[in-house]
Structures are given as structure tokens and as C-alpha cells.
């Protein structure tokens, strides 16, 4: 009876955790027999292997072989530990020592002829085994740019099963990541391009200074979409660990390319209005795959034509957008992803949306009806809501609007404003503090709170809206370089709630 072992990654939502592979070789008719919660893709992985490892010139036991992955009560999912099935069997047949394979961590699906490719979730699965406290992974060559981005462990890479199993013995070596160079920013569309329209492009602006979620409501060809696709050039470039929360997600979701494996820039998801609620929120059958709110994490969701959407994909949006994160549970486990995203809805007011109002041939419960899909609790979360009209023919020939970049240094100097005062609180925007915290610890002069005490008096806003105008209040407040928001940045806030969406 002879016993190897190998190691490799499982990987749950963004998470992993190390799963053992002991490979067994014992007396018994000739056979592969799995154990440890495989899927289907995984069970499939005893042909894969077997053929790989006799056509990279390898013996395969020609006796009963056991693979048992622990722990057994993880479910395992997916190809990625194709190598390390092969190497534990080839431990087990003392075909390669253990020096270097008790110390490394496998990853990788196999191929017949002994190619090794990639698979989904490298950028994680590396993260895990650094946090678990491995010093080397071997991964695809496909995805060691990917894996490259962790520092604190060896990194290598391999293209056939053959490379890996002659690094075991001494005999070759595997490929290094090459230095990783983050380039010039993509080009994005400037929002001078955008005309007219004053105050929509203000709410864009204090939008990015603290993170709040944004409506826009108005005919169709005023700048709506315009408006929302130049919102990402206006938010900061994203920190190197907000990079790499962004950018786990994306492998997860099997999105990178090697010529980007990084993600630097706030990311920008426009899911169509069709779009079913395992689109929005995730989904799929297994282990849940991450959706268009984890995919827009420290970015922005634009859901263009929102009152077109299903109602249950909207209402879907209220947890994530009050708890910054999802939990999905399917057969396999319950997947966790982050979903810290700016929300960006575009509406017109009515179904037939003429250019000029006048001409709306629509009746008044038609109006009600159509925008109605949007729900109290979900719009209760939307902080800034801006009815666009149409703008004048001198705005078409004459003027010109501010540009990215200038807009982009009043909301950096706003956010590092909110990142200094809430520092030892690990908040990193006004839109994140907690309402408690503000009417509390950070609680505005009785004089400055006097528009919003009589706004919840008359019923017109809720406790959580007031919790938002707040937030709000702060973001204006950083934006005129106040310490404090007072009594003018608390009414703006509220008449951002107040301005009807219909």
C-alpha cells in the first residue's frame, strides 16, 4: 500500500480554503475511485488525469487508485485540481519526490496530452494560500499574470503536466511572473461632451464625492446614459486592495485577460433591462457565480431603463444596497461576494416618452403605473434624484461644460476630505458611515438639522431617507471645503429627495 498527498485551493464566493489530496494506491481490480463531495466536472476528472499522466510519459498504477479530498464535508467544485490529483497519484507511486510537492500548492485543469490550462478563481485561490501560509503555488501560464499580483509567495507557472513533474525532481524549472505594468488609464468619454444640463451634472459630481446612488428621470436623447457612462472618469482610481477585491471577483466570474490582469478602475456594468434576478444578484446552478452587483463592486451599476426591469430583479437590489455585500445559496454552499457599488438608474417618465412633455398621449395611471415598478423601499435608498429636461438651442452652439479632469480634482479633494475625518473608523466614504454615527458621535447644531426636523414632522422623508440626506449633507459640505455641513447643505440634501421622479 503506498500513499501520496498534494494540495490545492477550493474556492467559495471570493474565499478559499486549502483542501488536502491524498491519493491511495492499493490492491484491487485496476480503477479510480473519488472521494469528497466531487461535482460532476470533478468526477469527470479521473479520465482527464489518468490520460494526462500516460501521455506526459508517466506509469499510472496499473492497481486500484483512491483520491480522497479533504475536508470531506467541502463540497468540491470544478477542474482546478486536475494537478493535484495528477501529482498525489505520482507521489503516491514514489514516480517524484515530496520535498518541493509537501510545500506547494497545485492548480490547474489538464488536458489529455498533459497541457495544463487555466481555470476560473486563480487570483483568490493564490490569496488563500498566502493567507494560509504557503510559500509556493504552481498555476497555468495562462493565468500567471493573474496570480503575479500577490506578493508574500512564489509564484510559478506551467504549461504541461511534464514541466511540473521534472520541477519536482530538480530536473527543470517553471515560469516567473514578469513584472506587472499598470499602463496609462484606458480612455474614457469626457463629460464636457455633455450639453447643457447644469444640475444633472452637479448631482454627477457630488455622486462621486461620496459615493451616493443617483436617479435620473427625464425624455429620452437628453444625456441620461451620457451623464452615467462619465461617472466612472470622475471617481478615483481604485487603492491597490480595492484593486484586488474587484479584480478576485472578475476571475471568479472568468472576465480577465492576461494583457489586463489588474483591475485599477472602478468598474462600470450596464446589465440590459431584460436582465433576469440571477443576472443582477448572481446565480447558476453549483456554486453560485458572482452577478452585475458583484461585478460593479467599488464601481458603477447603470441600470438604463430601470422601470422596464422586473420587479423582482429591482427589489432584489435592496439588500446589497443596504448591506454591500451578497450571500447566495445553491447545492453546492453558500457563496459570499462583495457588492459595494454605486447605483445609477435612467428612467424616461412614461411609456411613450415623446421629446417634449405636451406631446404625451399617456394617461395618468399609465404614468403612475410605469415608474411605479420602482418601488417606495427601493427608491428610499436612492439619494440623489434629478428630474432632466430638455435643454435650449444656445446651449447646443454655445456652451461648453467643465471637463472630467477638472471635475475629477473637486471630488478628490472631497473624498480625501471624508478620508481623513473618518480614518479611525475605517469608513472610506460618506456614504458609507452608518446612520447611527451621524446623528450621534458626529450629530450637526440643532439650527443646521431645523429643514430636516420639519421634513420628518410632515412625513416627507422616512428615517432611513434622513439617514441618507445626511450622508449627502456631508458630501456638500466637503465639496465647499466645510469641517461641517450646516443649514443650506442640509436643505440641498432634501431637495434631492424632494424632486419628484414622475
Known amino acids: 500500500m503506498a500513499l ?5 485551493v477550493a474556492v467559495s464566493g471570493v474565499d478559499g480554503q486549502i483542501v488536502e489530496i491524498e491519493a491511495d494506491i492499493g490492491r484491487g481490480l485496476p480503477g479510480v475511485h473519488l472521494v469528497g463531495l466531487p461535482d460532476t466536472a470533478l468526477q469527470e476528472s479521473r479520465d482527464r488525469v489518468r490520460a494526462a499522466v500516460t501521455n506526459s510519459g508517466e506509469k499510472w498504477p496499473e492497481s486500484r487508485v483512491t483520491l480522497a479530498l479533504s475536508p470531506a464535508t467541502l463540497p468540491k467544485v470544478g477542474s482546478v485540481y486536475d494537478l493535484a490529483l495528477a501529482c498525489a497519484v505520482l507521489d503516491a507511486a514514489r514516480q517524484v519526490p515530496r520535498t518541493r510537492l509537501a510545500k506547494t500548492v ?7 496530452d498533459g497541457r495544463l490550462r487555466t481555470v476560473r478563481g486563480v487570483l483568490p485561490a493564490v490569496l488563500a494560500a498566502k493567507n494560509a501560509g504557503w510559500s509556493t503555488v504552481v ?19 506551467a504549461d504541461r503536466l511534464t514541466a511540473v513533474t521534472l520541477w519536482l525532481q530538480g530536473k527543470g524549472t517553471l515560469s516567473a511572473p514578469a513584472p506587472f505594468d499598470t499602463g496609462a488609464s484606458s480612455s474614457r468619454a469626457d463629460l464636457s461632451e455633455v450639453v447643457g444640463q447644469a444640475e444633472a451634472r452637479w448631482a454627477i459630481e ?20 451620457m451623464l452615467a457612462q462619465r461617472l466612472p ?11 484586488l477585491e474587484v479584480t478576485a471577483i472578475h476571475s471568479v466570474a472568468g472576465l480577465l485577460t492576461s494583457e489586463r490582469p489588474l483591475i485599477t478602475e472602478p468598474p462600470f456594468i450596464a446589465p440590459h433591462h431584460t436582465s433576469s434576478m440571477s443576472a443582477l444578484v448572481g446565480g447558476g446552478s453549483g456554486m453560485a457565480r458572482p452577478g452585475a452587483v458583484s461585478r460593479a463592486h467599488r464601481g458603477i451599476l447603470f441600470l438604463d431603463e430601470c422601470a422596464e426591469m422586473g420587479t423582482k430583479a429591482l427589489e432584489a437590489l435592496r439588500t446589497p444596497l443596504e448591506d454591500g455585500e451578497v450571500r447566495i445559496a445553491r447545492r453546492d454552499g453558500v457563496a459570499r461576494y462583495p457588492a459595494r457599488f454605486q447605483l445609477v438608474l435612467a428612467a424616461n417618465p412614461c411609456p411613450c416618452a415623446p421629446a417634449r412633455e405636451v406631446d404625451c398621449v399617456c394617461a395618468p395611471t399609465v404614468r403612475r403605473r410605469y415608474l411605479g415598478r420602482l418601488s417606495g423601499p427601493l427608491l428610499d435608498r436612492v439619494d440623489l434624484r434629478i428630474r432632466m429636461k430638455a435643454v435650449a438651442t444656445g446651449a447646443l452652439m454655445d456652451e461648453v461644460g467643465e471637463t472630467t479632469e477638472q471635475v475629477r480634482g ?11 475625518r473618518w480614518r479611525s473608523y475605517e469608513w472610506r466614504t460618506n456614504a458609507e458611515v452608518p446612520g447611527p454615527a451621524l446623528r450621534q458621535r458626529f450629530r450637526l447644531p440643532r439650527e443646521a438639522l431645523v429643514p430636516l426636523e420639519k421634513a420628518l414632522r410632515l412625513g416627507a422623508v422616512t428615517a432611513r431617507g434622513a439617514d441618507r440626506a445626511l450622508r449627502v449633507a456631508w458630501t456638500l459640505g466637503d465639496l465647499a471645503g ?11 440634501a432634501l431637495e434631492f429627495r424632494d424632486r419628484g421622479v414622475a
Do not use: C, N, Y
Request: charged fraction near 15%.
Open 106 to 112: 497545485l492548480l490547474g485543469e489538464l488536458a489529455l
Open 482 to 492: 466645510l469641517d461641517s455641513p450646516g443649514r443650506d447643505q442640509v436643505s440641498t
Open 233 to 243: 472618469g470622475v471617481l478615483p482610481a481604485l487603492t491597490e486592495p480595492e484593486a
Open 410 to 420: 473637486r471630488v478628490a479633494a472631497a473624498r480625501a476630505a471624508a478620508g481623513e
Open 4 to 8: 501520496g498527498r498534494a494540495h490545492s
Open 139 to 157: 498555476v497555468p501560464v495562462q493565468a500567471l499574470a493573474e496570480a503575479g499580483l500577490v506578493d508574500g509567495i512564489e509564484v510559478l507557472g
Open 206 to 225: 457630488v455622486a462621486a464625492a461620496g459615493a451616493h446612488h443617483l436617479m435620473l428621470t427625464g425624455p429620452p436623447g437628453i444625456g441620461k446614459t
